[in-house]
């Protein structure tokens, strides 16, 4: 069976409840358009005016997902082949919209680490976006376990996708947020992966935590010196477990 391209067209408005008409008269979830599009491409498209992503995408991509829509299926479009978490990573709009999207998808089981056709990876297209949420989308990639390595058609790394993007946009080198991503992405590499990336902050509060303590901590931090003078009562030392580090 063929997914009609009104029927498509509806998914990419997010028409959540001409969707289900179609499903519930017999329609099947992982049909393709003529474009070699399922329901849960045309979803993550965005509407087709503008090419954005809402709540109402959200909510259909839900119930898609629910109903067992598979989250790994490639396009069979003849201007290239990529999986859905490939176009949710490129996609625009509603920063949440986007993240919870993405979250669905992974939770769902899709491939962090597919390729398109190009043969690059979700995590090599996070980088290399122009605008929207590039830092918290290529956070929710590593900490799927999206690879640092390999993830562009030439076989380049992370690291290298970065200094090509500095190459092509120059500016962006200034940039607050694509510092950060910088150090996010050398953060995992150096840990050898997210979650331990991620433990690394709460090691560091429990080894100063240790230090101060004993009476040892030495540092020219003014904060550090002033929480070493509080003792350990406990409470200071529970919040700090949640800090991350800014530099």
């Not at 997010?14 to 399922?38: H, N, P, Q, Y």
């Not at 919870?100 to 680490?113: H, P, Q, Y």
């Amino acid at each position: 069976m063929v997914l009609p391209n009104a029927i498509g067209d509806a998914a990419q408005n997010a028409e959540k409840d001409r969707v289900m008409a179609w499903l519930d008269a017999g329609g099947s979830i992982d049909d393709f358009d003529e474009f070699g599009f399922t329901l849960l491409h045309c979803c993550a498209c965005g509407n087709m005016e503008h090419r954005t992503l809402g709540g109402g995408h959200v909510a259909l991509a839900r119930h898609l997902i629910a109903l067992g829509a598979d989250v790994t299926l490639v396009t069979r479009s003849d201007s290239g082949r990529e999986t859905v978490i490939h176009e949710i990573v490129r996609g625009y709009g509603e920063r949440q919209s986007i993240l919870e999207i993405l979250s669905l998808l992974l939770g769902a089981g899709a491939n962090v680490n597919a390729r398109d056709s190009d043969g690059d990876t979700p995590l090599y297209l996070a980088i290399m976006r122009r605008v929207g949420p590039s830092e918290s989308i290529i956070t929710e990639l590593l900490r799927a376990g999206a690879s640092l390595d390999a993830c562009h058609r030439n076989k380049k790394s992370a690291e290298d996708v970065i200094q090509r993007k500095e190459r092509i946009l120059p500016e962006v080198a200034r940039n607050e947020h694509w510092c950060a991503i910088k150090r996010l992405i050398a953060g995992v590499r150096q840990h050898g992966s997210y979650k331990r990336y991620a433990r690394s902050f709460h090691r560091d509060v429990l080894t100063v935590r240790g230090l101060a303590q004993r009476g040892k901590l030495s540092t020219d931090d003014s904060v550090l010196n002033f929480l070493a003078r509080l003792g350990d009562n406990g409470v200071v030392w529970h919040v700090l477990s949640y800090w991350r580090a800014t530099n």
